[in-house]
C-alpha cells in the first residue's frame, strides 16, 4: 500500500491551467498504474485519466487533448496537466493506484486514494 496526496488544486477562470500533483510515500510507484478521476458537486465519481506502469496512457473523452497524465517515478510523483479548462472540469479530484496492470478507468481495481484536490473553474 502507498499512501497518496494531491496538490495543486484551486481557483482558476475558464481557459486557464492548473497542474496537480499526486505525490506517493510508503512504496515506489515503479510498478505501479496511477490514475486520476474526479467528483463533481452532484455527481458520481468519474474516470479522469489513467498512465499504466508501462506508460501507457487512457483518457476520458471529456478531457482527451486538453489534460495530460505523467509521471516522474524518480519523485515518486505523478501530474495532471489540465489546459483549456472549462466549468464543468469543476470538481474534487482524486489520484488513484494499483499495482501492475494496464491504464484501466475502472475504479474497482485501484486500491490505493488520497483525499482530494479541488479544482474551480470560474465562467
Known amino acids: 500500500q502507498v499512501q497518496l496526496v494531491e496538490s495543486g488544486g484551486g481557483l482558476v477562470q475558464a481557459g486557464g491551467s492548473l497542474r496537480l500533483s499526486c505525490a506517493a510515500s510508503?512504496?515506489?510507484?515503479?510498478?505501479?498504474?496511477m490514475a486520476w478521476f474526479r467528483r463533481a458537486p452532484e455527481k458520481e465519481r468519474e474516470f479522469v485519466a489513467a498512465m499504466g506502469w508501462t506508460r501507457d496512457t487512457s483518457y476520458s473523452d471529456s478531457v482527451k487533448g486538453r489534460f495530460t497524465i505523467s509521471r516522474d517515478n524518480t519523485r515518486n510523483t505523478v501530474y495532471l496537466q489540465m489546459n483549456s479548462l472549462k466549468p464543468e472540469d469543476t470538481a474534487l479530484y482524486y489520484c488513484?493506484?494499483?499495482?501492475?496492470?494496464?491504464?484501466?478507468?475502472?475504479?474497482?481495481?485501484?486500491?490505493?486514494w488520497g483525499q482530494g484536490t479541488q479544482v474551480t473553474v470560474s465562467s
Open positions: 510508503g512504496g515506489t510507484l515503479t510498478t505501479y498504474t
Open positions: 488513484a493506484a494499483k499495482q501492475w496492470g494496464s491504464a484501466s478507468a475502472y475504479e474497482a481495481p485501484y486500491n490505493n
